[in-house]
């Protein structure tokens, strides 16, 4: 999987998760389900996140941006 592919992802699922969490304030139960499952699935992507953003920034397809001094 791409960095790209797991960006995409992880955005999605972090807006599928917030949506959620407005119903969970509601009272909704099944909604809370949904984001303790979201919660798991989260974890696993931002592992995978991580990993490849790691390798991606040594292997030099990420560039680091320099702070500029004032």
């Given at each position: 999987m791409s960095l790209n592919e797991?960006?995409?992802?992880?955005?999605?699922?972090l807006a599928?998760?917030?949506k959620?969490?407005?119903?969970?304030?509601r009272g909704?139960?099944?909604?809370?389900?949904?984001v303790r499952v979201g919660t798991i699935k989260l974890e696993k992507i931002a592992k995978q996140f991580?990993?490849?953003?790691?390798?991606?920034?040594?292997?030099?397809?990420?560039?680091?941006?320099k702070k500029k001094k004032r």
């Open positions: 797991t960006m995409g992802k992880l955005e999605a699922l599928s998760v917030a959620d969490l407005g119903k969970v304030g909704n139960k099944a909604a809370a389900q949904r991580r990993k490849e953003s790691v390798a991606a920034e040594r292997g030099g397809k990420l560039k680091k941006k």
